[in-house]
């Protein structure tokens, strides 16, 4: 009974190719984020939504576009991948009090040849 | 942006002994919250500790506790008779009380428990 779920756990796919990753989360909370963890285990924030709404879009190319059709679900679609997209890609979700801790989901190894 | 700052890359302890992990943080706020998450070979990130700003107790779980000390913006991760499951990166992170409530992560400190 996976709080926070992300699928796939592993993609390797080409460079320029275009690839999805979905999140979903069955802890009934608002906000739901995608962080990045590099080669160097550095954890960044790409985006973050509440109840569906955009709240905090990093720094991040425009070819990355998350959607919320819900706010259970927070997916990421990935067009145009590039070498440098080799990460992994964490899902999580809080509740927006400050008290919230963060859920993270299993992560998901994108590999880019 | 608040910045948090874990200086350690690296950390070593013998099974059964204690380590301190260290963290500080930059901040003008005076509420806020801050989290120590584990994250083992497996990858999946787990909250190890939590500590609420304007409480002066330090957080204890079990063998983890932390020394929150405010005034100097410093909240260190102590774990006591360390095992060898303990080994993983630690990340120390802050949550802001402010609008968006995000979180901010440090770099991380990988631990290393040595039989």
């Known amino acids: 009974d996976t709080a926070v779920s992300q699928t796939p756990k592993y993609l390797v796919t080409q460079m320029g190719n275009d690839k999805s990753i979905k999140c979903e989360q069955n802890l009934g909370h608002d906000t739901m984020y995608w962080y990045k963890q590099d080669s160097k285990k550095f954890l960044k924030i790409m985006f973050s939504y509440n109840n569906k709404e955009l709240i905090i879009n990093e720094t991040v190319p425009n070819r990355f576009s998350p959607k919320s059709p819900d706010k259970a679900h927070l997916n990421l679609h990935i067009n145009s991948l590039e070498l440098g997209d080799s990460a992994v890609y964490f899902c999580a979700s809080s509740q927006p009090t400050p008290t919230g801790e963060l859920f993270f989901g299993e992560g998901s190894r994108l590999t880019v040849l | 942006a608040q910045t948090v700052t874990q200086s350690q890359p690296e950390m070593s302890v013998q099974e059964a002994e204690t380590v301190t992990l260290s963290c500080t943080y930059d901040t003008s706020e005076s509420d806020y919250y801050l989290f120590w998450y584990k994250q083992p070979p497996s990858r999946q990130m787990i909250l190890v500790i939590r500590?609420?700003?304007?409480?002066?107790q330090n957080a204890t779980e079990n063998r983890f506790s932390v020394n929150f000390q405010k005034a100097a913006k410093s909240f260190s991760l102590k774990i006591s008779d360390s095992q060898l499951g303990d080994a993983a990166m630690y990340f120390c992170?802050?949550?802001?009380?402010?609008?968006?409530?995000?979180?901010?992560f440090g770099t991380g400190t990988s631990l290393t428990v040595i039989p």
């Open positions: 500590q609420e700003a304007y409480k002066q």
């Open positions: 992170a802050y949550r802001s009380a402010g609008i968006g409530n995000q979180f901010y």
